[in-house]
């Protein structure tokens, strides 16, 4: 079940560089997904407390003007505290790939009730990062589909009480 939808949340968004990004629809491969466009090189952050049980997962793919240079692009999904930053997955892009791909990363760790009397994950906003990388000199568009916190029913339900 859908917690959080980074779209709906964009707006929210640090975004570096601040201009150049936008939100659209695209279709790759015959399935049509709801997207953040992003330049390469780029970074989004969202500083958000993350429900119980949380996964991450977007579908990423590589966008070209017509006659640009493919040179291959790195997504990569991380989380921040303000102190550390933890990479959490990520996958490279190249001309060969023609559709979606999948990318997800693990966020249980940042939330529920843990054996401490100091650390506390869910009165922590984390800062969720997506971040694209050029390995080559040509421009390129990052394309990050439907990117969206998902969890169980009850977890849902719990994270929607919490945050409002």
Do not use: C, N
Not at 126 to 153: K, M
């Amino acid at each position: 079940m859908t917690a959080l939808d980074l779209i709906r949340e964009f707006d929210r968004a640090e975004k570096r560089p601040a201009a150049d990004f936008d939100v659209s629809t695209f279709e790759i491969g015959g399935v049509a997904r709801p997207a953040i466009v992003a330049p390469v090189p780029s970074r989004l952050v969202w500083p958000l407390p993350l429900p119980r049980r949380g996964v991450l997962r977007t579908f990423v793919a590589a966008g070209y003007a017509a006659g640009e240079a493919r040179a291959p692009i790195r997504l990569r999904v991380g989380i921040s505290d303000h102190r550390i930053y933890e990479g959490l997955g990520q996958v490279m892009l190249t001309h060969a790939d023609r559709g979606w791909t999948e990318l997800r990363a693990d966020l249980s760790a940042y939330a529920g009730w843990k054996w401490s009397l100091f650390y506390r994950p869910e009165r922590i906003s984390w800062r969720i990062v997506l971040s694209a990388d050029a390995t080559g000199g040509a421009p390129a568009r990052a394309l990050w589909g439907s990117p969206e916190v998902l969890t169980d029913s009850q977890s849902a339900r719990q994270y929607s009480t919490r945050r409002r």
